[in-house]
């Protein structure tokens, strides 16, 4: 791992990966792991996803983070979208990438979940980060990192004005499936959790997970890859799991079997019925 020895035993991994931190005072040796509640583009089931309706619904539930998209806009502002094309959850067409913030900014991205969520707007990076940093973890996942040149740099300089660079703040992570982008974010912010996402089996192997955990803190899979076995290499590596995307009882119910670390989830309440 790349913020702990090796050799510094298991238990220490218990008590100080960012997933866990915030159990730590209730955590002993012997001790399974907490699992934590990450709410997919925020609480997606019940409402318009990466919105800020998503958000506060996440944090109404509960969840232990939310999980957002960070794009950028033509004219160079950080926002809050999943797809590299508005079509599917605005009624607006085109890339994210050709669009200035204006124009992204009026469309509605709540119309399609339902007609309580007219009105709904794509949220911009700095507003998710003021509005939920302190009250809810944030899973920040960097989309496509390869049409956005320089994005990490944006992101590591909001998140540095925040002081959420830093190990006291690490309910802050951030993911990729683009492994060249999240090495360069632990160069640009060495105490930063990072994690790497794959739909891969090929990402599996015993090397590929030892390249993995040179620069991250989580290898992310998608729970069609997840065995007890990939699980344990992953805690053997001293690397945390957290697996996507929940959108069925049973699905939560396996990987809560599995041991992972957190659950990615459209749905909070199939992890947790409290929530």
Do not use: C
């Not at 159990?23 to 997606?44: C, K």
């Not at 969840?63 to 999943?82: F, M, N, T, W």
């Not at 690490?170 to 999240?182: A, G, L, P, Y």
């Amino acid at each position: 791992m790349k913020k702990t020895l090796l050799g510094a035993g298991f238990a220490f991994t218990l008590l100080f990966s960012p997933f866990q931190q915030a159990f730590a005072a209730e955590t002993t040796i012997g001790e399974l792991r907490q699992l934590d509640t990450i709410a997919h583009r925020g609480a997606s089931g019940y409402a318009p996803e990466n919105t800020i309706a998503a958000f506060d619904k996440a944090l109404e539930m509960k969840a232990d983070y939310i999980e957002i998209d960070v794009q950028r806009s033509q004219d160079g502002k950080l926002v809050v979208i999943h797809d590299t094309t508005v079509d599917r959850t605005t009624d607006g067409t085109g890339s994210v990438k050709d669009l200035t913030f204006d124009q992204l900014r009026s469309l509605d991205a709540g119309s399609y979940k339902g007609e309580q969520f007219s009105g709904e707007k794509i949220p911009t990076f700095d507003e998710v980060l003021d509005r939920y940093h302190g009250k809810i973890g944030i899973l920040i996942e960097l989309k496509s990192p390869e049409l956005y040149p320089g994005v990490e740099e944006m992101v590591a300089e909001e998140l540095r004005e925040r002081n959420l660079d830093r190990p006291q703040n690490e309910k802050i992570i951030i993911q990729s499936f683009n492994f060249e982008s999240m090495k360069k974010m632990n160069s640009l912010l060495p105490k930063m959790p990072i994690g790497v996402l794959t739909s891969s089996k090929a990402d599996t192997t015993d090397a590929a997970l030892q390249a993995f955990a040179t620069y991250a803190d989580y290898f992310n899979p998608s729970y069609g890859l997840v065995t007890k076995e990939l699980v344990d290499k992953v805690h053997a590596l001293g690397m945390g799991i957290s697996s996507w995307t929940v959108r069925s009882h049973d699905a939560a119910q396996f990987l809560i079997d599995m041991k992972v670390d957190a659950i990615i989830t459209d749905y909070p309440d199939y992890v947790d019925p409290r929530k």
